[in-house]
């Protein structure tokens, strides 16, 4: 008898073990009403220690000693300066611009309508069809890389998962894979494997820390209609898949699990963004600790596989799992353990910890880097290391966007002159291919760059980032938001000016046109008025240009006398020597 409860205990344990390495979901409680549950309280909730197997080493799992063990930034990081964002998956399947995969499930989009159209209704061919057919046939990571390269881009933020959460690599712990569905192919090897041919620095994104919110249109149904009332395919099981294309892939795996049942959850989903009321999903804790484990293993796992030079990961609060805002749902040291077992990793691998975290949004940290999405601060922003992020169009592929060089070069430069970098998402085409016009686009940027490398590459912010005009009492700034037809023409005069200080300590300042040939332009923040610029000017130059100019030191300003001839494109730099 002793034997064989010790056999039963034995076996459980293995059974216990082999769900832990697969990441089973735990059952699930019945699903109650909409709307019939009040979050759990925020405030009271303890934060949750998941205690994730990380690597060895010097940084343990909190905020305290990643804090105190982290080196700072990576040089590499400050002499990059401008980087691409791949954001590339199947949602761009449905040339519908972002959050397609949301959005198909709300019948007042126009990717409801695209979806339709192209794969029926999503009550019978949801997203699950578009990744069984998403086929990036045309996507060539070494060719990209190098058109990105030739651009003047130093680094790449590669898409690893969106919130539609379907792994772009050989996961381990999401079946829902680019190697297991779809393309068939390990896409985040591809692309590591392409960066370090061309000695291009990148990093492995991860957005699917609120795929649980976000997904719960696909848990809803047509409000009118010939299929009113009849539910999407988010409330599909894995035994319906019995017979079909998917069996032996569970839905909830990929749709997570209807939480509608929160105050708040629904109709927020059928908002354009907002996410659900600050709480905790206190009637489905085992699976929310299923849930933060396993978004925590997945980046592991990309971290093992590929080494990348940094991870980032979304949101608009300080951290994943905070209970708030895009953390919506639970509090848990998910975010520490994969940062402790990312630089822990480092130090093993390289000997250092030349790598970063992006932590979207989250204020000064040792050891994070922020971003600043669409919009760039106004004044000069020195107390942690940021990059500006924004799509020409948007962040997945939709017809019509406008493409123009010169929007994403003055992008470029209102970060770098704030000690930014920036990083602008090329939105490539549904088979993976980049259109004509971006390629054009690119090649125009990458020529400008190698024109004023000197003032980019390297620099750092000086005592004041602009001057120019002022309107409404504030500086004229290229507008925030999506890069389109509204930063494409907007326009800048002679006067607005923004500045850098090169590796070789000399002063750049950016006109942000091009001034008219045989022109004078004044920059009064290098007068001695402005007590800015209290050193004697030895030479002034003008980048790209071999003559001597022609320009005077007064007190009110440096007076520039232009060439007859201005043979330049969207901005001009000025090299100013003491």
Same mark, same amino acid.
């Given at each position: 008898?002793?034997?064989?409860?010790?056999?039963?205990?034995?076996?459980?344990?293995?059974?216990?073990?082999?769900?832990?390495?697969?990441?089973?979901?735990?059952?699930?409680?019945?699903?109650?009403?909409?709307?019939?549950?009040?979050?759990?309280?925020?405030?009271?909730?303890?934060?949750?220690?998941?205690?994730?197997?990380?690597?060895?080493?010097?940084?343990?799992?909190?905020?305290?000693?990643?804090?105190?063990?982290?080196?700072?930034?990576?040089?590499?990081?400050?002499?990059?300066?401008?980087?691409?964002?791949?954001?590339?998956?199947?949602?761009?399947?449905?040339?519908?611009?972002?959050?397609?995969?949301?959005?198909?499930?709300?019948?007042?989009?126009?990717?409801?309508?695209?979806?339709?159209?192209?794969?029926?209704?999503?009550?019978?061919?949801?997203?699950?069809?578009?990744?069984?057919?998403?086929?990036?046939?045309?996507?060539?990571?070494?060719?990209?890389?190098?058109?990105?390269?030739?651009?003047?881009?130093?680094?790449?933020?590669?898409?690893?998962?969106?919130?539609?959460?379907?792994?772009?690599?050989?996961?381990?712990?999401?079946?829902?894979?680019?190697?297991?569905?779809?393309?068939?192919?390990?896409?985040?090897?591809?692309?590591?494997?392409?960066?370090?041919?061309?000695?291009?620095?990148?990093?492995?994104?991860? *957005?699917? &820390? /609120?795929?649980? +919110?976000?997904?719960?249109?696909?848990?809803?149904?047509?409000?009118?209609?010939? =299929? @009113?009332?009849?539910?999407?395919?988010?409330?599909?099981?894995?035994?319906?898949?019995?017979?079909?294309?998917?069996?032996?892939?569970?839905?909830?795996?990929?749709?997570?699990?209807?939480?509608?049942?929160?105050?708040?959850?629904?109709?927020?989903?059928?908002?354009?963004?907002?996410?659900?009321?600050?709480?905790?999903?206190?009637? *489905?804790? &085992? /699976?929310?600790? +299923?849930?933060?484990?396993?978004?925590?293993?997945?980046?592991?796992?990309?971290? =093992? @596989?590929?080494?990348?030079?940094?991870?980032?990961?979304?949101?608009?609060?300080?951290?994943?799992?905070?209970?708030?805002?895009?953390?919506?749902?639970?509090?848990?040291?998910?975010?520490?353990?994969?940062?402790?077992?990312?630089?822990?990793?480092?130090?093993?691998?390289?000997?250092?910890?030349?790598?970063?975290?992006?932590?979207?949004?989250?204020?000064?940290?040792?050891?994070?880097?922020?971003?600043?999405?669409?919009?760039?601060?106004?004044?000069? =922003? @020195?107390?942690?290391?940021?990059?500006?992020?924004?799509?020409?169009?948007?962040?997945?592929?939709?017809?019509?966007?406008?493409?123009?060089?010169?929007?994403?070069?003055?992008?470029?430069?209102?970060?770098?002159?704030?000690?930014?970098?920036?990083?602008?998402?090329?939105?490539?085409?549904?088979?993976?291919?980049?259109?004509?016009?971006?390629?054009?686009?690119?090649?125009?940027?990458?020529?400008?760059?190698?024109?004023?490398?000197?003032?980019?590459?390297?620099?750092?912010?000086?005592?004041?980032?602009?001057?120019?005009?002022?309107?409404?009492?504030?500086?004229?700034?290229?507008?925030?938001?999506?890069?389109?037809?509204?930063?494409?023409?907007?326009?800048?005069?002679?006067?607005?000016?923004?500045?850098?200080?090169?590796?070789?300590?000399?002063?750049?300042?950016?006109?942000?046109?091009?001034?008219?040939?045989?022109?004078?332009?004044?920059?009064?923040?290098?007068?001695?008025?402005?007590?800015?610029?209290?050193?004697?000017?030895?030479?002034?130059?003008?980048?790209?240009?071999?003559?001597?100019?022609?320009?005077?030191?007064?007190?009110?300003?440096?007076?520039?006398?232009?060439?007859?001839?201005?043979?330049?494109?969207?901005?001009?730099?000025?090299?100013?020597?003491?």
């Amino acid at each position: 008898m002793k034997r064989k409860i010790l056999f039963t205990f034995l076996s459980l344990l293995q059974l216990s073990m082999y769900a832990q390495e697969k990441n089973s979901i735990p059952a699930v409680p019945s699903t109650l009403p909409i709307d019939s549950t009040p979050m759990g309280n925020l405030e009271t909730f303890a934060e949750l220690k998941l205690e994730i197997p990380i690597a060895k080493g010097l940084f343990e799992p909190s905020w305290e000693s990643i804090e105190k063990n982290y080196p700072g930034e990576p040089s590499w990081l400050r002499d990059a300066k401008f980087g691409v964002w791949v954001h590339f998956g199947p949602q761009a399947a449905g040339e519908s611009g972002d959050w397609y995969a949301r959005n198909l499930y709300k019948s007042d989009k126009p990717a409801y309508q695209n979806h339709v159209k192209k794969y029926g209704h999503p009550s019978e061919a949801g997203y699950k069809e578009v990744l069984r057919d998403w086929n990036p046939k045309n996507l060539d990571p070494e060719k990209l890389t190098k058109i990105y390269q030739d651009a003047g881009a130093r680094f790449l933020m590669i898409q690893g998962v969106h919130h539609d959460n379907y792994d772009l690599w050989d996961s381990k712990y999401q079946p829902w894979n680019s190697v297991n569905i779809g393309p068939k192919r390990d896409l985040i090897g591809e692309w590591a494997k392409a960066c370090r041919a061309n000695g291009m620095r990148f990093g492995v994104t991860f *957005h699917h &820390e /609120y795929t649980w +919110w976000w997904w719960q249109t696909a848990f809803g149904s047509d409000k009118e209609g010939p =299929k @009113k009332g009849i539910p999407y395919d988010g409330h599909l099981t894995l035994a319906d898949g019995k017979g079909k294309w998917w069996e032996g892939y569970d839905p909830k795996m990929l749709y997570g699990i209807d939480l509608r049942q929160y105050k708040g959850v629904e109709k927020n989903a059928n908002t354009d963004w907002s996410p659900p009321p600050a709480g905790i999903f206190s009637d *489905h804790l &085992e /699976y929310a600790q +299923w849930y933060a484990r396993n978004w925590a293993l997945r980046m592991m796992d990309a971290v =093992k @596989k590929y080494d990348p030079d940094f991870i980032y990961t979304d949101g608009t609060v300080q951290g994943p799992f905070t209970g708030d805002g895009t953390g919506t749902g639970l509090k848990a040291d998910a975010m520490q353990s994969v940062i402790a077992d990312f630089y822990n990793t480092s130090l093993k691998r390289r000997g250092k910890v030349d790598t970063f975290s992006i932590v979207k949004f989250r204020n000064n940290t040792n050891g994070t880097v922020n971003t600043e999405e669409f919009g760039i601060p106004a004044d000069i =922003k @020195k107390d942690q290391p940021w990059i500006a992020e924004a799509p020409v169009g948007d962040w997945f592929y939709a017809p019509d966007f406008t493409y123009d060089s010169g929007m994403m070069i003055r992008y470029i430069i209102e970060a770098i002159a704030r000690d930014g970098n920036a990083a602008i998402c090329i939105s490539l085409l549904p088979d993976g291919s980049i259109n004509q016009e971006s390629q054009k686009m690119l090649k125009e940027v990458g020529n400008w760059m190698r024109l004023n490398a000197a003032a980019v590459y390297g620099s750092h912010a000086w005592v004041t980032p602009a001057e120019g005009e002022m309107v409404n009492g504030k500086l004229k700034m290229l507008p925030g938001g999506k890069l389109g037809q509204k930063q494409a023409e907007f326009k800048f005069d002679v006067q607005d000016i923004r500045f850098t200080v090169g590796k070789n300590k000399k002063l750049y300042a950016f006109c942000m046109n091009v001034p008219a040939p045989d022109s004078q332009i004044k920059i009064k923040s290098l007068g001695k008025d402005a007590k800015y610029y209290m050193k004697k000017i030895e030479t002034v130059k003008l980048l790209g240009y071999k003559g001597k100019l022609e320009w005077k030191d007064e007190a009110d300003g440096l007076i520039i006398h232009c060439p007859k001839s201005m043979p330049f494109a969207t901005a001009v730099v000025f090299e100013i020597q003491q």
